[in-house]
């Protein structure tokens, strides 16, 4: 669900620039009344939605994180910055992306602690310097990025159902339109391979594919989601289903590079002094994006906006390519869980 007469999408030094000088609008809405649920909520732009949040007065606000300890460490960040809220306002629960058994644990103790869910802000995210497998085989970023956060929102989605006006965010990245129909010619070839197999091969990896491609297919994953709920680009089937959408905080100065070798790392220090943007003004996008209401269904929310740049992939290719993502997500899903509602 992206344009595919936009202006061509890659984006650039211009376009990071164009980021720092122009952020996005503070959010001011408030979360009255609302349950809310953040991963990725320790550090980078999910720690600096977390406390935004917190301070436009959520009902609660369940923090997903890896150690209990250091989300108990995020609450009392939060709590320390926003001292008029009650502590039992903010609950922690763990979860690691690495393990779907995690995952599907995560969205059960999430179930029994509320009867309601009006927002989910899936923001846990890594980028690999390099090929590692996860439990199960899958590449770290590809599990992380797409598959556990498929996981994790078609198991919230019947609490979401439930709750009127709900809202699901994916943290996604406008890096999705750097794969291009030369990087999945293979599979446009050979339509009967498997996608998944492809992207998770380690003869082809690279950091960036690794990580442009996860966002990618988390796109086709967003759309897949929407697509069951009868729901399309803006519009939901019925009013009471929730609302489904992805979100791009721009280039930001976060943790997400904490994996590379130093000497990487100093030249990110440097390329995003100039660059990048704080991770509390790449927030903004994260929390404002999750009160968009009915327009935002199956969009990618970026800078104050709905992307309008078209993907690296012809609008034959994006389809092709969503139909085999999706359905061989779901396969490898129900796999591991048969009973899985989607
Ligand atoms: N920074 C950017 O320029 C940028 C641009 C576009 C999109 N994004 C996206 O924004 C999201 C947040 O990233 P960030 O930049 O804020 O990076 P970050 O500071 O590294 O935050 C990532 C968060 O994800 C959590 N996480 C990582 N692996 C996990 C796992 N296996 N299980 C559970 N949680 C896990 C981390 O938890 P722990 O701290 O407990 O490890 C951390 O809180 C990501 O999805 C990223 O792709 C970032």
Request: proline share 6%; glycine share 8%; net charge neutral.
């Amino acid at each position: 669900m992206v344009q595919f007469n936009g202006p061509f999408g890659k984006v650039g030094p211009t376009y990071f620039r164009h980021g720092v000088r122009n952020p996005p609008a503070e959010p001011s809405k408030d979360f009255g009344g609302k349950t809310v649920v953040i991963t990725g909520c320790n550090t980078g732009v999910g720690y600096e939605a977390a406390l935004k949040i917190a301070g436009l007065r959520p009902k609660k606000l369940i923090l997903g994180t890896r150690t209990i300890a250091k989300g108990e460490a995020t609450k009392t960040k939060i709590l320390a910055q926003c001292p008029s809220l009650d502590k039992s306002v903010i609950e922690v629960l763990s979860i690691e992306y690495a393990s779907f058994d995690s995952v599907v644990q995560f969205a059960e103790s999430v179930k029994q602690s509320t009867q309601t869910l009006d927002c989910v802000l899936l923001s846990a995210g890594v980028a690999m310097p390099s090929y590692k497998p996860s439990e199960g085989g899958w590449e770290m970023a590809l599990k992380v990025n797409v598959l556990s956060a498929a996981l994790l929102a078609i198991e919230l989605l019947p609490l979401l159902k439930n709750t009127p006006s709900s809202v699901l965010e994916f943290v996604g990245s406008v890096g999705h339109t750097h794969v291009t129909s030369e990087h999945v010619a293979p599979l446009i070839q050979d339509p009967s391979a498997s996608t998944l197999a492809f992207f998770n091969s380690p003869d082809r990896w690279t950091v960036e594919k690794s990580y442009c491609e996860a966002k990618l297919l988390l796109m086709f994953v967003l759309e897949g989601l929407v697509e069951s709920l009868g729901g399309s680009e803006g519009e939901l089937a019925q009013p009471q289903d929730p609302v489904l959408l992805a979100c791009c905080p721009g280039q930001c100065k976060t943790d997400l590079g904490r994996d590379f070798p130093l000497t990487i790392r100093l030249f990110m220090k440097v390329w995003n002094s100039i660059m990048a943007r704080s991770a509390d003004v790449g927030s903004r996008t994260l929390v404002t994006g999750l009160q968009q209401g009915e327009q935002a269904n199956g969009r990618i929310w970026v800078n104050d906006a709905f992307d309008i740049r078209s993907p690296g992939l012809t609008e034959t290719e994006w389809r092709a390519m969503q139909k085999r993502v999706w359905g061989e997500a779901v396969d490898v899903l129900k796999k591991y869980k048969p009973d899985l509602a989607i």
